[in-house]
């Protein structure tokens, strides 16, 4: 992965970053633990609701990913809240350990190549792989501290034509992609076959209230 120094805005050097102004200077800058290069931090969700953008978008070192991961990914979410400062040489400071940072890319969501966290799927938008527009997602689902669902309130229309119910739980390994500019999640599947599928039926069975559902 190639380094950059950051960009060409004007940032105080040393100076704790804690405003949100300030967030969008760290756009394309190398992130630091420690003396560890972790990666380069190469955007963050568009949405109206702070709540929904709590995390920037994190390239990947491979060997940090290797190393630190259940299972290596490209990119990753990282806590604003984790960024300290920016160092001396441009690059940002992060105010936590690895291991708080490994903690964190394991309460994520998987969808091919990329982790999640829940705040960048929050509100967005489930379309079936027929474009078909089902709802949007309002919670996640964690099962022995591994999120399992995404939580949906379905469309009028969809829940009439197939039945469904008011809120229904959508297993996470029927998320095959999102979309950045559109701010969606595609479905693997259609919804006539979503609901046919034993994951989730599982999850939509009697025994989902036994499950924790984690905001």
Known sequence: ?????????????????NDEYRIQELLQRDVYVGDKFVGV???????????CVQSLRLQVVPGIAEEFMRKPAESAPLSKELVHSIRPDG????????????????????????????????DRAVLDNDGIDIGNVVGMVKIKRTYRGVVVNPHFMVKRKHG?????????????????RLDEVILRCTVKRLTTLPSFLKLNGDGAEEFDEAE
Request: hydrophobic share 35%.
């Open 1 to 17: 992965m190639k380094r950059k120094r950051g960009g060409c805005n004007s940032v105080p050097i040393g100076e704790k970053m």
């Open 41 to 51: 931090i190469t955007g963050e969700r568009f949405h109206p609701r702070d709540e």
């Open 164 to 180: 469904l119910p008011d809120t229904l739980i959508i297993p996470v390994g029927q998320l095959a992609r999102t979309t950045s």
């Open 91 to 122: 690059a940002i400071k992060l105010s936590k350990s690895m291991r708080e940072l490994q903690r964190r890319w394991r309460n994520t969501v998987r969808i091919s190549e990329e982790l999640f966290a829940p705040d960048e799927l929050l």
